[in-house]
């Protein structure tokens, strides 16, 4: 059981590593990621009670007196439930633990799985340690179930969830440091966890999900981040950004990209011939063309979703109250409000790439306008699914007149809808029901005082729809939305980078068109003086001694309308890489000691105060997994501290 105990010391000393090495002035990679797991419907991170099962020898300790029960077991059922805030504790039905406060802790020399719960049709297994920790804020009776393992694992257990693993190694490397950057963000959301495991954070699946080929992506990138101005970067992804991404201001800001905070997620076009397209009738005209572009073979590269008028007057009476609680309808969508008469739909305002910022309702029932990218998408949804991304045309689609004798207000042609806000809430009398011009009353739910309209109605099984408005024109048949796209479409494009894997494309080629202006390397770690000789310990893989990671390119290239963007993208991911080791020296230290590997350096830094010392450690590395290790500061650097990184130069 010593692997028991070392896993149990060394969670100890995560828990205490800044009280004990003292504070840094940078965060550093983490080497323990805690993800929250949810329930299988992914609709709650909250539980009072679940089974966990063991497939190797256990232990299970309440962390806040240090009790523990060694050996337990393979196969062993543990259910944990809590009253109030005290867990219970039973081992196949035999209760062994009461009143614990917890947290507790299980540990095993195999894998966890968490019983009832399936991943991608799998039995839920994960590696690590799984800890039972009361729900912040303090909810009694409830608790977060915390996946506690290395980066690495975690990461195998993101990768082939997030994208498909038949989109190639070198896309799958891109993944691989997307997943790795966004997993250390900083984050403030959750308080027991650094993440969860739904798409509201990266889909996380566990062991039962893990894949070889996704499983050498991992590896082989190793340690490696999308850097700017040497700091990691957000690195965003979506499934298809449809030939043109979007500025981050635009999606996440306040919609006006002079404005942009992250200049590494900028508007990027795959197509260098592409003429942005600005007005209403240049937009369509792309969202309707399959222009080349890298993410041409998804899906939802191009996309078509129709609306019956009647249909989207119910959704939208529904889906604009539950944007409204968030702010983003204004005015505010009252209780009983509701859209009737649904007349336009406009888009009033567009980020770079042309996608609707927002967009404008318009109905006799009145006037509203949807901020922001994923409230427009959430309020014209259609069945379950929403909006398949902001970019988007909207066209009306209005009845055919046809040819009448003797009439001067042609009928309108009869849709086929059989559900409608207005059914059942017109009331009037006429000479008939199909009568042009007939005045009617509209009653609102709960509206004292009715509204008089003056429009065209017709009977359908018993219930009277408006086909006119007041001025007796016609009201849209349908609103057709032509688009782009899949997802918020700012960063990498995943099925770009998988048609670029394709063309022979490496990785750093490809996250570097998609992030604007990053390098590739080590995320900073920070050094200071410490009494416990406790070294300062960097990981990177170096795929080749040369550094190349471009594949191959395909034997058609030439007839490809691409050809020039992915030959640039191919030359660059072909060339050689240098290594650069930063050491900063802002705090003029008096001496510093590292290894590369195994080889030590101790060079002389008096007189660089205030620099950052590069030097090229490229000859000093070798394929596969290398360390940089650099000794504690000495003593007589004790109130100082330092920074250490690895930049890739190609």
């Known amino acids: 059981m010593k692997f028991l105990w070392n896993l149990l010391l060394f969670a100890a000393f995560i828990l205490c590593a800044p009280v004990c090495l003292g504070a840094q002035d940078i965060q550093g990679e983490k080497d323990i990621i805690r993800v929250g797991l949810s329930n299988s419907s992914f609709s709650t991170f909250e539980f009072s009670e679940i089974t966990l099962v063991t497939s190797d020898i256990s232990s299970l300790s309440d962390m806040s007196n240090g009790a ?11 259910l944990a439930r809590m009253e109030k805030s005290e867990f219970f504790i039973s081992f196949n039905g035999k209760e062994v633990v009461k009143n614990a406060k917890g947290p507790v802790l299980i540990v095993s020399n195999g894998k966890l799985g968490v019983k009832n719960l399936n991943r991608k049709g799998n039995p839920a297994y994960y590696r690590g340690m799984i800890e039972l920790k009361t729900a912040y804020p303090e909810s009694k009776g409830k608790f977060n179930i915390i996946n506690v393992l290395d980066l690495q694992s975690y990461l195998k ?22 997943a790795r950057n966004y997993a250390n963000r900083p984050q403030n959301v959750y308080k027991n966890y650094d993440i969860c495991d739904s798409t509201a954070c990266q889909v996380y699946y566990g062991a039962n999900s893990e894949n070889p080929v996704s499983d050498r992506a991992v590896d082989e990138t190793r340690g490696i981040f999308a850097l700017y101005n040497k700091e990691p970067v957000l690195a965003l992804y979506s499934s298809t950004g449809g030939g043109i991404t979007e500025d981050y201001e635009c999606v996440y800001g306040s919609g006006y990209s ?11 076009k795959d197509n260098n011939s592409l003429k942005i397209p600005k007005t209403e009738e240049e937009l369509k005209e792309f969202y309707t063309k399959n222009v080349p572009s890298f993410d041409l073979k998804s899906p939802k590269h191009r996309w078509i979703v129709n609306f019956g008028r009647f249909e989207l007057e119910e959704i939208l009476t529904r889906t604009l109250k539950e944007q409204s609680a968030k702010s983003l309808v204004y005015p505010a969508f009252g209780e009983n409000d509701e859209v009737w008469d649904l007349e336009d739909i406009r888009v009033t305002k567009r980020g770079e790439s042309g996608k609707a910022l927002e967009v404008e309702i318009r109905s006799m029932g009145g006037t509203w306008r949807v901020k922001k990218e994923l409230g427009i998408r959430r309020v014209f949804k259609k069945g379950k699914s929403i909006l ?12 055919e007149i046809p040819e009448e004798k003797n009439s001067e207000t042609p009928e309108n042609t009869l849709m086929n809808e059989k559900k409608s806000p207005t059914e059942g809430i017109l009331e009037g009398k006429s000479s008939s029901d199909n009568a042009s011009g007939a005045i009617f009353t509209f009653l609102k739910p709960e509206n004292k005082e009715p509204v008089s309209i003056s429009g065209e109605v017709k009977t359908v099984d018993g219930k009277k729809m408006v086909y006119k408005n007041r001025l007796g024109i016609s009201l849209p048949e349908s609103f057709t939305f032509y688009g782009a796209g899949f997802g918020h479409g700012v960063g990498m494009s995943q099925y770009g980078a998988g048609y670029l894997s394709s063309q022979g494309v490496g990785y750093d080629s490809i996250l570097k068109h998609y992030y604007t202006g990053i390098t590739l390397g080590t995320m900073p770690k920070g050094v200071a003086y410490n009494n416990y000789n406790q070294n300062y310990v960097q990981t990177i893989y170096v795929d080749n001694i040369d550094s190349t990671t471009a594949g191959t390119l395909p034997n058609n290239i030439n007839e490809n309308p691409l050809k020039e963007e992915i030959l640039t993208l191919y030359n660059a991911s072909k060339a050689s890489a240098k290594y650069i080791l930063n050491i900063d020296n802002s705090k003029n230290l008096s001496e510093i000691e590292f290894y590369i590997n195994e080889t030590r350096f101790a060079p002389p830094i008096k007189g660089y105060c205030g620099k950052i010392l590069k030097t090229d450690i490229t000859k000093y590395l070798k394929k596969g997994k290398n360390t940089i290790t650099f000794m504690p500061l000495s003593e007589a650097d004790k109130e100082k501290t330092s920074s250490f990184w690895v930049e890739i130069e190609k």
């Open 68 to 78: 523990q029960i060694k050996d337990i077991p393979k196969n062993t059922e543990i």
């Open 157 to 178: 257990g993101v990768v082939p969830n997030e994208m498909p693993v038949s989109f190639g190694l070198n896309a799958l490397k891109a993944q691989a440091v997307a």
């Open 388 to 399: 398949w991304s902001g970019n988007f045309v909207v066209e009306k689609n209005m009845p």
């Open 258 to 268: 002079r404005y942009n905070s992250k200049p590494f997620l900028k508007s990027v």
